[in-house]
């Protein structure tokens, strides 16, 4: 089952999606969420909460490492965070890569 981070999952298109991906029965869905109210109604969905923001990389790339997550979605928004979230993730991304390389 394929892993995916949702940024913007609490949002209305963010939230769409993490439930048609769960509907869908293939996925495992994780959304980024700003407070623990937010948190609580993701979990209330059957998405599982992580709280964070998406201007700061800290709790969603230590998810990304610590989950193996295969897939993550920016739905928070067209914003100046949105380039620093696509360099984050390109980064993390590399770095599995090498390490897969290195263990052959």
Do not use: C, W
Not at 4 to 20: C, K, N
Not at 42 to 69: F, R
């Amino acid at each position: 089952m394929s892993k995916v981070l949702i940024l913007g999952a609490t949002g209305y298109i963010g939230q769409a999606l993490a439930l048609s991906l769960l509907r869908s029965g293939l996925f495992t869905v994780y959304g980024l969420a700003r407070t623990p109210a937010k948190a609580r109604a993701l979990s209330a969905l059957e998405i599982i909460p992580v709280l964070g923001s998406a201007s700061d990389s800290a709790a969603y790339l230590a998810l990304i490492a610590s989950a193996s997550i295969d897939i993550v979605v920016d739905a928070a928004g067209a914003n100046r965070a949105s380039a620093q979230i696509l360099a984050d993730v390109h980064r993390a991304g590399a770095a599995r890569l090498a390490a897969a390389r290195a263990q052959g």
